[in-house]
């Protein structure tokens, strides 16, 4: 088992690390990560900036250029698309056909510029819960099978493999990407996380699955399926408190904790 170990504690820096749900890596190596107030922050060299706020309550967020971040906002609910440059916010306003946008949750980029993101919807209550979204805000439901709480999300290295959490079905799935279309195919359980509640997930280069589990506060790897590890636990739930967004940045894994004020 992995040390897990605060990386930057913003819980008395100003202005403070507003309890971040997830974290994403510009480019440059800074991160980025949003607040409980709608707060977009960088984090770099040891300060902290608002950068932006979408004045909601952003989830998950990831850079779609180097100068374009999308961020979840649960509390509109709506997906905002940030300048970096300019600071300027535009809100995805075209809807989903058939689709109420309830709970949009984390994002991933697609190499022909338009991104998928889950729609968590309502806890318990399974739904279609993958969107296709382009820079015009248009889109459709991307995977029509009811997903029970579809939350973090990543692809394989090939691209070839999403990996999606189901929170509230405590597990991992993996739909098959066609590269170049980018429709899904065939979907199958990753792995079975038992009682562990899955949040957020990364993958890094060689593949290796990496899951921010917000209870017991923890993060496990998954190296093929169904081969489950914790890489990290603290049961006293403080360097890790309810992890939820996490993301690899060379080697190491930067862990968004939901229950605090740092990053792991």
């Known amino acids: 088992m992995s040390e897990a170990s605060v990386l930057f504690d913003g819980t008395f820096t100003e202005p403070r690390l507003d309890h971040a749900e997830s974290v994403t890596v510009a480019a440059d190596g800074a991160l980025w ?29 990831a850079f779609l250029d180097n100068d374009t971040l999308a961020v979840c906002d ?72 009811p997903l029970n709480f579809a939350n973090g999300m990543a692809l394989s290295p ?25 429709l899904p195919g065939a979907i199958s359980v990753y792995a079975d996380l038992g009682e562990a509640i899955p949040d957020g997930l990364c993958v890094d280069t060689n593949g290796t699955v990496y899951v921010g589990c917000y209870e017991p506060s923890q993060i496990l790897r998954v190296r093929a399926p169904d081969r489950v590890e914790v890489l990290a636990h603290d049961p006293t739930a403080h360097t890790l408190c309810h992890p939820t967004g996490v993301v690899a940045r060379g080697s190491e894994i930067v862990i968004a904790n939901l229950g605090r004020w740092h990053l792991s």
């Open 158 to 182: 090939d691209q070839r493999t999403l990996y999606v959490v189901e929170s509230w079905a405590n597990r991992i799935r993996a739909i098959q990407v066609t590269p170049g279309s980018w």
């Open 33 to 61: 990560c949003g607040g409980e107030q709608g707060q977009i922050y960088r984090i770099a060299h040891g300060t902290i900036e608002v950068v932006a706020s979408t004045g909601g309550f952003n989830l998950g967020l």
């Open 74 to 145: 649960i509390a509109r609910p709506t997906v905002w698309l940030l300048d970096i440059n300019t600071r300027k916010l535009v809100a995805l306003e075209g809807p989903i056909p058939d689709h109420k946008l309830i709970t949009p949750n984390a994002v991933v980029p697609l190499p022909d510029g338009s991104m998928l993101v889950s729609d968590s919807g309502v806890a318990h209550a399974p739904q279609p819960g993958i969107l296709r979204y382009r820079r015009d805000g248009s889109g459709e439901v991307w995977f029509d099978l």
